[in-house]
């Protein structure tokens, strides 16, 4: 399952002649009829990244920021060369949401402290013991008990809501539209790619069951409770191991150079 088939696809003809307007004329009611028959797409997302989310933060203001993703999606995507639009926007307006969302740093000092804490722990025992980190460990590292590491991952759980989606969902085989002018690849694309690769080399090294969970996350689009499913264990435990997964991948990012 991924993002986009939850959405159903309503393309009509004139659809198609305003996609057709846009790209030929640069029609600007054929662009504002496409925002407009496309924007659920930009409620789906939001919702999707809401429900990471505590219930103090407006859905509507990332509707609002989410509509500045489907707006550059609209303004670059190229029909003629076979992609879903869906495919392409989604990873945009996700983009655009995630922007605001660290706008307004929202994510309490406290959390983003604990996060630092448990990623220097994560580091010092990997370096340490020259494989991933267990639970145990790293409480002991920290002088917490592992219910209190637990509660500490869930809190920081808030903090990490698509935290790789540039880097690790939409799998290595996901079609990237390039510019419609035919330029050579932009120095930008390049080191995305290189970043992918990076990442997907650091996902491999994970524990097997971080390893799953960012596979089904990210990879599949399921959701934490779906993965609690899949897994047998609570929706919450999803979130603890999801948090420590990403900040393993954080701190190993941050090793080899990339922000």
Do not use: C
């Amino acid at each position: 399952m991924t993002e986009t088939d939850e959405k159903p696809s309503r393309d009509t003809p004139a659809i198609h002649r305003a996609w057709q307007q846009w790209v030929d004329e640069r029609d600007q009611t054929a662009r504002d009829v496409l925002i407009v028959h496309y924007s659920p797409l930009v409620k789906f997302v939001a919702g999707r990244v809401a429900a990471g989310l505590p219930a103090g933060v407006d859905t509507g203001e990332l509707v609002g920021t989410g509509i500045f993703g489907l707006m550059d999606a609209v303004d670059r995507f190229d029909p003629t060369r076979g992609f879903k639009f869906e495919t392409f926007a989604v990873p945009r307006i996700k983009g655009a949401i995630l922007d605001g969302l660290r706008a307004i740093d929202w994510v309490p000092r406290t959390v983003r402290q604990r996060s630092r804490q448990i990623e220097n722990a994560i580091v010092e025992l990997g370096n340490q013991l020259k494989r991933a980190p267990s639970d145990e460990e790293i409480a002991a590292r920290l002088e917490i008990t592992v219910d209190e590491l637990g509660e500490w991952l869930s809190a920081v759980a808030v903090a990490n809501v698509g935290p790789l989606d540039h880097v690790v969902s939409s799998g290595d085989g996901e079609p990237r539209q390039l510019p419609a002018s035919g330029d050579p690849l932009p120095d930008a694309l390049v080191e995305d790619r290189e970043v992918k690769t990076i990442m997907r080399a650091q996902i491999r090294e994970l524990p097997d069951r971080e390893r799953t969970v960012v596979a089904l996350y990210y990879d599949e689009g399921m959701t934490l409770s779906e993965i609690g499913d899949v897994l047998g264990v609570t929706e919450s435990r999803v979130s603890q191991i999801h948090s420590k997964a990403v900040i393993m991948l954080r701190s190993r990012l941050s090793a080899a150079g990339i922000p």
